[in-house]
């Protein structure tokens, strides 16, 4: 699979991802809820504080029917401010990505509604994908980093595992594997770059420590230092000693060689 395809099937996976949330978000400001809120954990004292006050409420609701009149607080839920604005702004960015994509591949297309801005990029994404790669990439990026703020709001959990190693564009340890859109970007809000993880390796400059090549390599420090007393690795920094991440891996195949090498030995 190309670099291409696989960018091309981000951005498709990314823009059908924030068209659904876009449309739970909506749905919910419509209905009057509220955006998903960090509830704490109440101690023995504060839940029975509060059910108190839940049963007080409700028997002023019910003297208030009694007395036929309205209850208070019986009127309908106002527009949460912070939904409201955080649908303008995914909808601001998502029409200047649509706009963009518009101008360099399908001028004479009308620009579409808000509500079908996802869907017109998505009949467009063909056409990018073999007119401008770069476009492409881009389209990928802004889809995903939308779909990510959108999810955030509706209170879905994105996977995300931690990758050993510094950001090669800012040198911060601040690395995550993204597993939806498997792709590893850096946390660092003054940076925020991104690779697919099948080129990950391939990064030779990237140098982590024997703790962060031991976990990569999902193997004991020991056996890091072992590579390097039989060469398999060569220190590139001390204090700490420090290895190049692709050494890393091409020293861990190297070892499921030997192991199946030496399997296939013992049954002969």
Do not use: F
Request: with cysteine; proline share 7%.
């Amino acid at each position: 699979m190309t670099d291409l395809v696989r960018t091309a099937g981000r951005a498709d996976s990314s823009l059908r991802q924030l068209d659904r949330r876009l449309a739970a978000l909506r749905a919910a400001l419509h209905a009057g809820d509220r955006l998903p809120r960090h509830v704490p954990r109440l101690s023995p004292e504060q839940a029975a504080d509060r059910a108190a006050a839940i049963r007080a409420d409700r028997w002023g609701i019910k003297v208030m029917a009694t007395l036929g009149r309205t209850p208070l607080g019986a009127s309908p839920a106002p527009l949460d401010v912070g939904l409201l604005d955080l649908l303008g702004a995914l909808d601001t960015d998502l029409g200047e990505l649509e706009a963009a994509v518009r101008d360099a591949v399908a001028p004479d297309v009308r620009p579409a509604p808000p509500a079908d801005r996802c869907a017109a990029l998505l009949r467009l994404l063909p056409l990018v994908a073999a007119r401008d790669e770069v476009l492409l990439a881009h389209v990928a990026r802004e889809a995903t980093r939308l779909a990510r703020t959108a999810g955030r709001a509706t209170g879905e959990a994105e996977a995300v595992e931690r990758v050993p190693g510094r950001c090669p564009s800012c040198d911060a340890p601040s690395l995550l594997l993204r597993t939806a859109t498997d792709l590893i970007s850096c946390t660092n809000p003054a940076c925020g770059a991104g690779w697919p993880r099948h080129r990950w390796p391939d990064l030779s400059g990237i140098v982590v420590t024997v703790p962060e090549a031991a976990a990569a390599a999902r193997v004991a420090t020991t056996t890091v230092y072992s590579w390097m007393r039989r060469g398999w690795l060569t220190a590139v920094g001390e204090d700490p000693i420090r290895v190049r991440l692709v050494d890393v891996y091409a020293a861990e195949a190297g070892r499921r060689v030997h192991w199946k090498q030496r399997e296939a030995g013992a049954t002969i």
